[in-house]
């Protein structure tokens, strides 16, 4: 049983789909790991540690999956690029597939069963496979560290013999993992913490971390959560009335972290540029969802923008900014999961197609696009 690590093709990408503290899990479950050279090294994990963790080393992405029974990636490899692997080998990733059909299409050409790591259900068996939290939970941290090194000001007030600093303000704007560890790192660091989200649950959990919640608390806002626990798109007269309350509130606050995403869609947009032109001069907005078009008007994807004196802030992979956790987290989530596809006592692959996990994730297999939510369309594409 080959598993296969190649190095990511994604330039922006820093992070690694397995670890030394994986590697050797997965050869003490009976497998060969081959990684490609340099893999690690966004995430500062050297070659010599993979090859003292049992791992074999190779020079290429093409060495690595040639004949590999299981591929893992920490974001969609093209589908091409797979063909070397086995027929039917698994290949386990983020694979980012609402919009992609074609890329999709790609995979199932390439004959490979490829699963997407983020349609994980969220039941109790699988938190410890949930990649979108893991990697949200550090993306909310470090969100709160650019914000701090943008701000150009102290977070916590600070009462000198030269005088007294004020607290900063920060608002953050979806209370899912992402936006709670934006609010307990903001906390730690000694701001003064407000935050809204469209869910009911969400304003305990707010207020529990000592942060005061906002929000407009009618009839659809106490409907506004799917039983799968994300927030649903709200009517435009509700998103109208919240508007006018965010953008009163926005004024005030020194730093705002935006984090709403649904699943399937574009990013809501939640701060206009007039709200962004109303915050004091030198304020700053990090947009957690900028990869998805974002929460904040005038946000660019990769890039510090500009409104007037306030800092919009659209960093790329902000979970892979701070490689070597994230790295840690993902892999172990990826070890979760690939454990239950392979049988201990044979050491080999077997997948039950039947496992709900398999189902909630497995998007091709015999060179078709199987799972419900795209199957039709990677039939047409």
Known sequence: MKIA???????????????PETVKKFIALGAEVFVQSGAGAGSRIPDAEYAAAGATLVPTAADAIRDADIVLAVRRADGAALKPAKPGALVVATMDPYGNEAALQALADAGVS??????????SRAQVMDVLSSQANL??????????????????MMMTAAGTVPAARVFVMGAGVAGLQAIATARRLGAVVTATDVRPAAKEQVESLGAKFVAVEDEEFKQAETTAGYAKPMSAEYQAKQAVLVAEHIKKQDIVITTALIPGRPAPRLVTRDMVASMKPGSVVIDLAVERGGNVEGAKAGEVASVGDVKIVGHLNVAGRIPASASALYSRNLYAFVETLIDKAAKSVAVNWDDELVKATLLTRDRAVVHPAFVAKGAAA
């Open 114 to 123: 490829a699963f997407a790591m983020e349609l994980m259900p969220r039941i």
């Open 5 to 19: 690590v190649p190095a990511e093709a994604d330039q922006v990408e820093t992070r690694v789909a397995a670890t």
């Open 139 to 156: 993306a909310g941290y470090q969100a709160v560290i650019d914000a701090a090194s943008e701000y150009g000001r102290a977070l916590p």
